[in-house]
Each structure stands twice: as C-alpha cells, then as structure tokens.
T-cell receptor, first 112, second 115 residues
Framework: GEDVEQSLFLSVREGDSSVINCTYT??????LYWYKQEPGAGLQLLTY?????DMKQDQRLTVLLNKKDKHLSLRIADTQTGDSAIYFC????????????FGTGTRLLVSP | GAVVSQHPSRVICKSGTSVKIECRSL??????MFWYRQFPKKSLMLMAT?????????EQGVEKDKFLINHASLTLSTLTVTSAHPEDSSFYIC???????????FGPGTRLTVL
C-alpha cells in the first residue's frame, strides 16, 4: 500500500513490555524513525535506525527492522505511565531531496 | 536534543483574518524547515518544505497562495495562513533539519482556531 501503517491502539499495564509495530512502504528508505507525541505537544524523536541494521537498543527502547518484510517495531521495556502517548514511525522517502513520511500513529495507554 | 520553538502556541482568530506562525531553530542553523498539519487523532501531513533563501516547495493539494511560507534566515521560517476559514483550524507543527545529523527536530506545535 501507499501508507505507512500502524495499529491504532495498544493498552498495557505498568511494568509490562510494549511492542508497537509499523509497516513502511519504501524499501530504499535509509533511515527509519520513532517519534513520541504527548497530548497537545510536538513530536519528540525517540530513536532511529539505519537501514543496514536489524536491531538497535537504547536504554528501555529496542528497535527491530525486517527489511525483507518492510516491518519496523519499537519495544519499550518496563513501560511506565509516563510512556502513555502517541507513537509515530516515519520513513525517509524520495530521491535527491528527501522527506519524512509518517505512519498513522499508535496510541499507547499504560495503566497502573 | 536540538530545540525548535514555535510562536504562538495557540491562536484564535476571526474568519477572514491572516495569522502568522513562527518556527525557530535555537541551537543550529537549518537550511531546510518543514511545515506539517495535524488533524485531531490523525497523523502529520507535510504541507511544504521551506528552503532558506528560496521559494518553498508545496505538497500536492496545498494552496501556496493561502499558506505563505518565508524562510528569511537560517534559524527562522514563518507560515502565514491568509484569509483564514474555520476549516483551516488545525494543529500546525514545524520541524527543522539539522544538516550535520540529517535529523528533523520538531517544534511544540501551534493550535489555530478560526471562528
């Protein structure tokens, strides 16, 4: 498809792990990103991964990349209530001048 | 991370007036800035790419005469919504690309409400 797709909603309990999935469209994307958006705020860059990597870990965050399936995931270990937000994956598209294309967003709700 | 600011954070205006939103990169020089629009519970939609010293590049379907973009310096881009209508009400977010890391940093957004 043309869209970068994500599941709409994920609910977990505090302390559990959260896994947010993303299917992107452009196999030539060099970078893939995860952003976090809290209510009424802009986007905060959480992490990114180069397309020649299949995994990147950054503290509680683990990014997995499956280039063959164009599938990206973000795992948050020991999820906290402060992690409740909308999470967007994004890919770089285009040749020459490149632009970010965002996924549909996943709303993560962490309950105590 | 790098800081990008937007001003104002919230604006309410009457239909037919024009509104200017500023986007500043505070600790790096950004030759390229981007303007996005976000509808409630939706993803970000790229409106235009703002290039310092040259004309902005607009995405398909975005009216360049309605959404005026000026990128007069390496740290400032402005978006002016001209003759605003209620359907222009939205959350507008800018980002600035750090040329050294090739990473986009986002502003906190501006909520525009047109009455």
């Amino acid at each position: 498809g043309e869209d970068v797709e994500q599941s709409l909603f994920l609910s977990v309990r505090e302390g559990d792990s959260s896994v947010i999935n993303c299917t992107y469209t452009d196999s030539s994307s060099t970078y893939l990103y995860w952003y976090k958006q809290e209510p009424g705020a802009g986007l905060q860059l959480l992490t990114y991964i180069f397309s020649n990597m299949d995994m990147k870990q950054d503290q509680r965050l683990t990014v997995l990349l499956n280039k063959k399936d164009k599938h990206l995931s973000l795992r948050i270990a020991d999820t906290q209530t402060g992690d409740s937000a909308i999470y967007f994956c994004a890919e770089i598209k285009g040749t020459g001048f490149q632009k970010l294309v965002f996924g549909t967003g996943t709303r993560l709700l962490v309950s105590p | 991370g790098a800081v990008v600011s937007q001003h104002p954070s919230r604006v309410i205006c009457k239909s037919g007036t024009s509104v200017k939103i500023e986007c500043r990169s505070l600790d790096f020089q950004a030759t390229t800035m981007f303007w996005y629009r976000q509808f409630p519970k939706k993803s970000l939609m790229l409106m235009a790419t703002s290039n310092e010293g040259s004309k902005a590049t607009y995405e398909q379907g975005v009216e360049k005469d309605k959404f005026l973009i000026n990128h007069a310096s390496l740290t400032l881009s402005t978006l002016t919504v001209t003759s605003a209508h209620p359907e222009d009400s939205s959350f507008y977010i800018c980002s600035a690309r750090d040329p050294y890391t090739d990473t986009q940093y986002f502003g906190p957004g501006t909520r525009l409400t047109v009455l």
